[in-house]
């Protein structure tokens, strides 16, 4: 086998594994992006826990003959294609998404996600849900609300009860007076003057 040979399955096996791995692959066009749009890019799905990778077409569809899966994706491996390998298919979408809005060259073709072949629209779809972390934050938001509202009313209630106590002080406060005032004028009357 020659060396060229050798190269090619190298990349065809590391391709494969790839796939394997992956919960989804998003195929793209980045012609006509710059080698550091290209890099933002990269940046932007490592910290989303995806891998941008470009593979030449041919190589590309050899592997996905060799995993049986290449029937429905074939005709998306057509000029410069970047492959997306991403655990959490959700996050490298959003990710994918807002850069295409940035940036009006980069396109999605379409996908691999979960063992089936997802076409642009269902892609658009997939992010227009919310992510995840975004899921959960409402849901931890939705367990967290009663609990608040309660503290808010014991709250309120301790306020109240503060408020009502210093008003019955005030308000006991001139009857004290007024009784200290009695109880000195009755004093001054039983006793007898001196002479």
């Known amino acids: 086998m020659s060396a060229n040979k050798k ?42 826990g995806a891998d941008y990778k470009v593979v030449k077409n041919t190589l590309s569809k050899k592997a996905l003959d ?3 899966i290449g029937k429905d994706l074939k005709g998306l491996f057509t000029g410069v294609t970047g492959l997306v390998f991403c655990k959490d298919y959700m996050a490298a979408i959003k990710v994918l998404t807002a850069f295409v809005k940035e940036n009006e060259k ?3 073709k379409g996908g ?11 892609i658009k779809v997939l992010s227009s849900i919310p992510s995840r972390q975004e899921l959960l934050s409402k849901f931890v938001n ?20 503060a408020e009502t106590k210093a008003q019955d002080t005030k308000e006991k406060a001139p009857d ?20």
């Open 176 to 195: 004290v007076k007024a009784a200290e005032a009695v109880v000195t004028e009755v004093k001054k009357e039983e006793v007898p003057e001196v002479k």
């Open 142 to 161: 939705i367990l967290n609300s009663p609990i608040q509202r309660f503290i808010n009313v014991l709250d309120r209630a301790s306020k109240k009860d």
């Open 66 to 68: 060799e995993l049986n």
């Open 7 to 48: 190269k090619k399955k190298v990349v065809i096996d590391n391709t494969m594994e790839r796939f394997k791995a992956a919960n989804g692959v998003i195929i793209t066009d980045y012609q006509g992006l710059s080698v550091l749009k290209i890099n933002e890019l990269r940046r932007k799905l490592e910290k989303a």
């Open 112 to 122: 691999f996600i979960e063992a089936k072949a997802v076409t642009l629209a269902e």
């Open 106 to 108: 980069f396109k999605i």
